[in-house]
Each structure stands twice: as C-alpha cells, then as structure tokens.
C-alpha cells in the first residue's frame, strides 16, 4: 500500500504534467509501484512503466484501455462500487484487492487504492496506486470454459438510497457488458432501481424485450415454494431453477439480486432466511452460472440476539460487505470481521443508549419527591433510599447507613407473609407483583403503602419502589363508614315500606281493585331490588372492615347447587336452567353465603343473556376440591375486563353493558366470600360468545 508520502509525491507529479505536460513523466516512469491515471469513466490515461515489470505490458499500449478490462471477472464488481463510490466525493480514497491479467493470462493480485481528484482545478483525474502482493502465488490462466467459482455477495446497508445505489451499480454493470439480469425486490426497490437505470442511460423496454432483464416481485416469489415457516427444496428448485435456466438459455452468466431472506428476515422468520440462503447455494451446482446479491438492513441485527445468525449469513456467502459507514475492503475475513463489528458496534450503541434512559429515569425517580425508592439485600437490609423512602420512614440517611433499616423492624408482623412472597417472587423471576402493605414509622405509627420490588440484573439486591397510600386509605374508611351508615339508615325505612306494601296487598281484596294490585305487586318487586342493595351495600362495608361474620359447619353442595337452581327455575319462564352433576359433595363453610354466590352468578347469567333460553350449571369434584360453573350464552366479556370484573365498583364502560345498570360490587362481595372460604373464582369468555364463572372450595 502507497504510504502518506508517496500519495504526495504521485500526487504532485500527476499536477506538474496536468501543468507543464514534461515534468511528471520521468518521475511516474521511475516509480517503484504500479500508478494509472484513470478518467471519470474508469478508462487509463497514463500508466507507470512499473507496468512492463509487474504485468508485462507496453506503458504505450495501456492508454486507453478500460481498466476493468484488466480486472478479474470476479473482481469487476469490486472496482465498480470502489469507482461509485469515489466518484460521489472529492478527495475520497478508498482501498481494496484486486487480481490484474498478466499479459502471460495468469492472475496477480495487487493491493491498491482509488482517489477523486476529478473536481481538482488543473487536475481532472483519479489516481489509482497499486502495490503487488508478492506473499500470493499466481493464479495460472483458466482452463476449460473459463466459469470461476460462485459468487455470494451480502450487503448490509443503513438506508435504501444506498441499497439502490449498490444494486444500480450491480444491475447496470451486468447489462452494460450484455449479461442477463434477474431482480427478485419489492415492488418499492425495483421502481426505484429502474429509475437508477434509465437514468444512467439504460433502455429497460429493450432489454425486457431481448429478454436480458428481468423484474420479479420478491412476495410473490416466496409464496410459490414456502410451506408453513420454511422453504420448500424441491418447489424453491423448480421455480428459481426454471427462471434461471429460462434466462441463461443461450446467453453467458447471470446476475441475481434477491430480496426474499431480507422480507423473511424481517417478518421474523430468521431461520426460513438462513435455510433459503443455503438453497440459492446448492441452486448454483444445479444451474447455470450466476453471480448473486443479498442484502439486508442493518438494523435487522441490533442487539445480542441475532449474533449466531449473523455469523451464520455471514458464513453462506463468498463475500460480506458492510454499509455505508465503513470503507470498502477486499479480503473476505476482514470484511466478515468488519461486519461483525459493525453489527456489535450497533447493539452496543443501542445497550448504551437504552442504559442511559433507564439510568436518567432511575435518577429522576430517585430525586421524586413522591415515591421512595430503596435499595436492599436479600435479608431485608436497606442499603441505600432516596429521601422520599426516609422521610416515609423517619429515619435518617446516618441511621440507614448503620444498617437500622431492617425488613423486620420496618414491617409489622401481620405483613410479614407479603415480605416473604414478594421476596419468593425475586429469586424465581425477577421481580413481585404489586402489593399493599403497612410500614412502621420510627414514632410508631402504621403508614399504608403500596410496593413493588425487582431484582438488580447479576446481584442479590433488589430495588423497591414505594408510594404512600395514607390519603387513599384515609378516604377509602371514610366511603365504607359513609355506605355503611347510609345502608343502616335505609334499611329501616325500606323494612317498613316492605311491611306495608304487604298490608296493602292483603286489604286490597275486593273486586275492581286489579289495578292497584299490580301497581303495588310492580312496587314490591322495585323495593326487594332495593332490599337486596342495600344488604349487598352492608356486606360491602363488613368485608371492608373484616366484621362480614362466616358460619362454619358441613353441608352437601350438591344439595345446596340443586335447591337454588329450582327455586330461581320457579321464578322465570323464559330461561331453562340445567343443572349437572355426578355425586354428593361435602364441604366445610357459611351454606347461606355459598348460595349467595350461586344465586348471584344465575342472576348475572339470565342479565346479561337476554337473547338465550338456556343457562347450564355444572358441579364436579375432583381429589380436593370442588369446581361449580355456571354458564350463560350472552354477550360476553371482553379480554380486557376479565380480571377486574371482580374489584370494588367496576363496571363495563361499553354500549353493549351500559343498559344493564348496578353498582359493581355483587361480583366482588361473591369473590371476597369464595376467598374467605379458600377458594378462587375467575371467568372464561369472549366478546358475543358468552361467559362462564368458575368458583372452587376445598372439599371436607
């Protein structure tokens, strides 16, 4: 390679003959090295008489000559994109490896570099340095039909300006020599590429017509030999192999540009990409000779997961060019080495960014003011907090540093089962899910929170993000004291109206008095709707204060399930309710509150069923516990509402539930007393298909 000095010194020769036309000769005739003036175009101005001693030719008779003439068949594409590419900037310089023809046939290989002097005033050329590799054996000349060995290129690139650049210089070199050319891209690239073409001067409709080029959608394509996720040998054969052998009939050898593993790859079918890597491969040993370009965007590749693929690309192809941001080299090591970088470079650089962002969230939540964050061991000691955490606690950060802040002392006994399930939670997966608890402040007082806790990646610390929930709490007490009261307060005079209804509809026995009867009987059922909410506003406020009192004694759910079903059957002829069940099951809790639950899940069934006639009600057992369904074909329940049906006052907020009015707490009363009981309830259904509500209880 031509050092800084030598550049200068060629440099100033190649000026002094633009100038004077008599200085520069003796000293490029005298050169040690191979140096060639070249036009824009690529044709030799001047040469170096080195060229007599390294390849055997007359200076004289290189004038003129293109010097892809002299470059080997399967470097041409090489000195092309390094032409390009120099062309686009002046003063660019850009290096490779090439094989020269030596005037016996045989092949030398050179290591040379390119610059754009062309916009130089006096100057108007590029100037090419070539230094013989003389650690590298000839290549003797080729034997036979002359076919080299197949050649794979990968190009990654950054943009699909440069993409199209790339794959115009390809394309366009091949048809200019008068080879085939097939282009498999997306509807996108092959209109922007054929705009590079007729640009530079290519008449597109005659090569359509000669049947030399050929435009092929890279979609449609895939769908003709993938099955399933991956593609199929024999059908991928059959279809490139036709194509291929189509357009090489009679003609010399081909060029490809192929964009399916690129669309396959960004669909995130890695390995379908990889296995049609490999069959364009095995392709070449059953079709005529072709020269393919793949290429694929570099961001496919950002961070560590793609890391073994890549090398694996990278291993099925001949040559790996990397994008833009890197010159271009020749030897196929360091390009694959360079690419590899460059993909690591690229996962690195998003890591650093990504850990930046998490570091200035982490540092803007340690600065809040409104949520403590700390840091703790595995054993509960804190290790380091924000202010927010102290002030919460009431310690001092002196305090803390002397190891005060111990989980025990921090958290009240009855909460200690949470610390323990959340720190269950760390070591399995890597974080709790949020929870409630209560801190001790250093005074003594309870503070109620609500915590979360995630484990430091390759460490046995934890850090917990805490919020203080006082306020809410506060507010919460006040509501349940509030509904109870209220309720309280209601139900005397609920009772009372009830018990004169009643009256009425006793004294009002006389004929004529039919419609006052069913004005009051439309009365009595409006004030047993009211009855039930305020009983279900008072269980509320029991549970919320844990006063909801649970008897304890065996009985037959069975029994139980089968009583209910009948006695609701009773009361409606526009449902049919089934009841299924195989044997007596025992168990052990409150048989009025169990029924509650039943009758309250068989009244949401025919509510939100209004168009079904059926509702099914199943009870099976298995070796501990006992499962009861019941299932309704309505309207359904969304995905996203699914688990918060059962919170305090939620409701479906849609157009489909709207005209079903409650206050949203029969599912929560109901899924309180399963739990008290130890058991769980949850719900399966889809939007318009229905729903079907679980319960379990641990047999006796």
């Keep these: 390679m031509a050092t800084a000095s030598n550049k200068t010194n060629v440099t100033s020769a190649f000026h002094e003959e633009k100038i004077s036309g008599q200085n520069a000769r003796p000293q490029i005739e005298n050169s040690t090295e191979l140096l060639a003036l070249l036009s824009a175009e690529g044709i030799i101005t001047s040469v170096s008489a080195s060229i007599t001693t390294t390849l055997g030719y007359a200076p004289e008779t290189m004038a003129g000559t293109d010097i892809l003439a002299l470059i080997h068949p399967d470097d041409v594409d090489t000195m092309r994109l390094v032409l390009s590419e120099i062309a686009q900037t002046p003063g660019k310089s850009l290096s490779a490896e090439y094989r020269f023809r030596h005037q016996d046939e045989s092949w030398r290989w050179f290591e040379g570099s390119l610059t754009n002097f062309l916009q130089v005033p006096g100057m108007g050329t590029q100037v090419g340095i070539f230094r013989a590799i003389i650690d590298r054996k000839p290549i003797p000349p080729a034997q036979g039909n002359g076919t080299s060995n197949f050649e794979h290129f990968v190009q990654f690139y950054q943009t699909d300006e440069f993409l199209l650049n790339i794959v115009s210089n390809f394309i366009g070199a091949g048809l200019g020599s008068g080879e085939t050319c097939i282009v498999i891209a997306t509807k996108a690239h092959r209109e922007g590429l054929e705009e590079r073409l007729k640009a530079n001067g290519l008449d597109l409709t005659l090569t359509c017509t000669y049947g030399t080029y050929y435009s092929l959608d890279a979609d449609e394509m895939l769908s003709k030999f993938m099955e399933g996720d991956l593609p ?401 074909f309505g309207i359904g329940i969304a995905q996203e509402h699914q688990q918060k049906i059962f919170e305090r006052f939620y409701q479906i907020n849609d157009a489909a539930t709207k005209t079903y009015p409650g206050l949203g707490i029969g599912l929560h009363i109901s899924n309180e007393i399963i739990k008290r009981h130890g058991g769980q309830m949850w719900v399966k259904s889809e939007k318009d298909q229905g729903a079907t509500f679980y319960f379990t209880l641990p047999l006796a």
């Design 232 to 632: 199929e040998p024999e059908r991928f054969f059959e279809t490139l192999g036709s194509i291929i052998g189509l357009a090489a009939k009679g003609r010399g050898r081909l060029r490809v540009f192929g964009e399916m593993v690129a669309l396959l790859w960004s669909r995130g079918k890695q390995t379908a990409a990889i296995h049609l890597e490999a069959l364009w491969n095995d392709l070449y040993n059953l079709s005529p000779s072709f020269t393919l370009l793949c290429a694929y965007p570099m961001r496919n590749f950002t961070g560590e997961t793609y890391s073994r693929q890549f090398t694996e690309i990278c291993h099925h192809h001949s040559q790996v060019i990397p994008d833009e941001n890197y010159i271009l080299l020749r030897s196929d090591e360091r390009l694959r080495a360079i690419a590899q970088l460059q993909q690591q470079a690229n996962s690195l650089e998003v890591e650093i960014v990504e850990r930046k962002e998490v570091e200035a969230r982490f540092q803007r939540l340690l600065e809040s003011s409104l949520i403590g964050v700390f840091i703790s061991d595995f054993a509960g000691t804190v290790l380091d907090a924000n202010d927010a955490f102290l002030d919460l606690v009431g310690y001092t950060r002196a305090e803390m540093q002397m190891g005060m802040l111990q989980r025990d002392i921090l958290t009240p006994p009855e909460f200690h089962h949470k610390s323990l399930q959340a720190l269950q939670a760390l070591k399995e997966i890597g974080s709790s899910e949020t929870y409630e608890k209560e801190y001790l402040h250093k005074s003594g007082k309870r503070i109620p929170v609500l915590i979360a806790v995630t484990r430091t990646e390759h460490s046995d610390t934890c850090t917990g993000f805490v919020l203080d929930i006082s306020e809410r709490k506060e507010l919460d007490q006040r509501k349940d004291e509030f509904i109870n009261m209220a309720s309280h307060e209601l139900k005397t005079p609920v009772t009372s109206l009830k018990g004169f209804l009643s009256l009425l509809q006793k004294l009002l026995t006389t004929p004529g008095e039919e419609k006052a009867l069913y004005y009051l009987a439309r009365m009595d059922t409006q004030v047993n709707k009211l009855t039930k909410l305020i009983n279900d506003l008072l269980d509320l406020s029991k549970i919320q204060t844990g006063k909801l009192d649970y008897r304890n004694e065996l009985f037959d759910l069975q029994v139980l399930a089968q009583e209910i079903v009948e006695n609701i059957q009773g009361t409606t002829q526009s449902y049919h309710l089934v009841f299924e069940s195989s044997s007596h099951v025992e168990v052990h809790g409150d048989q009025d509150r169990i029924g509650q639950v039943l009758i309250n899940l068989l009244n949401n069934a025919m509510k939100y069923s209004p168009l079904a006639e059926k509702v099914l009600v199943r009870l099976v057992k298995d070796q501990d516990k006992a499962t009861v369904s019941v299932q309704d």
